[in-house]
């Protein structure tokens, strides 16, 4: 099995820490780019435990200057990165009319601005290899809409457009770019919303034709099987995973 370098953005919590845990089960080596570096350093130190070389870096994906730094200390400690999750993300906003400039700058700064970084600082050591992988954690709502969250979705479904050019753009160089945009995932994130009363679980369940909400398994799994080498054919697609409520 080729050892590659993985980068996986929000890699602290939910998602992104499923992806990051299984990345290394399957013998990845993993970079955790977060803004919180202390539970960042917590789950590398605990896949560590399981064997695999991981680094914990405190990125905030709005910086720039950040993840170029991020970068090149991934370069120099576990080599030219060639897997790149982007998973970091964030939902703001509020009632449409009620949306602040800064609310609305927020949110498309670390959802869409944060993964066009991201890939763009990337994406040479993808190139010198021959060889990458990136995967864009989307959000469903980006096909169904979602009341009080303009700039998330607005961001989200830019996300889908993105990956679609890059996609087209380096499919040439041996690198496929795919998103997935989850349906409602038992994560930090979620619980917040349901807590908030913003979703009634319930009534989501209900709507869901597999009958549950996803764990961020469902969506390691698929992100894991994106960035394999026989997923090579793959590339500009969108994975809903979302237990069949969005289609
Ligand atoms: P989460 O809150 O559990 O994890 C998000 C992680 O991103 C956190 O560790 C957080 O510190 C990090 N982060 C936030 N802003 C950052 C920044 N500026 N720079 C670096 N790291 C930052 O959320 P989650 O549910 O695991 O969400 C992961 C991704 O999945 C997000 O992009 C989210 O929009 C998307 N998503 C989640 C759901 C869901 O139901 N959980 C549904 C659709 C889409």
């Known amino acids: 099995m080729t050892t590659r370098t993985a980068i996986v953005t929000g890699g602290a919590s939910g998602i992104g820490e499923a992806i990051s845990r299984r990345l290394a089960e399957e013998g990845n080596q993993v ?9 960042a350093q917590k789950i590398a130190a605990s896949i560590e435990e399981q064997g695999a070389k991981t680094m914990a870096l405190q990125v905030d994906v709005t910086d720039r200057a950040g993840i170029e730094g991020a970068v090149e200390a991934v370069r120099r400690d576990l080599g030219r990165p ?12 509020g009632p449409f009319l009620e949306t602040t400039q800064e609310s609305w700058k927020a949110s498309i700064a670390v959802n869409l601005t944060g993964t066009f970084d991201c890939c ?10 021959g060889w990458g992988r990136i995967v864009n954690i989307s959000s469903s709502s980006f096909h169904s809409g979602a009341p009080g969250l303009a700039g998330y979705v607005a961001a989200k479904s830019g996300v889908v457009g993105l990956t679609k050019v890059l996609a087209k753009e380096f499919g040439k160089f041996g690198i496929t770019v795919n998103t997935v945009p989850p349906g409602f995932i038992n994560t930090p994130m979620f619980r917040r919303t349901v807590d908030s009363g913003f979703v009634d679980l319930d009534a989501q369940i209900a709507a869901t034709p597999v009958g549950r909400i996803g764990e961020p398994e469902d969506i390691a799994v698929t992100c894991s099987f994106l960035v394999s080498e026989e997923a090579g054919y793959i590339t500009g697609q969108v994975f809903g995973v979302n237990g069949g409520r969005n289609m």
């Open 31 to 39: 970079a955790i780019f977060d803004l919180d570096s202390e539970a």
């Open 120 to 129: 763009q600082v990337v994406i040479p050591d993808m190139i010198s290899e």
């Open 82 to 93: 060639t897997i790149l999750v982007n998973s970091a993300g964030l939902a703001l906003d």
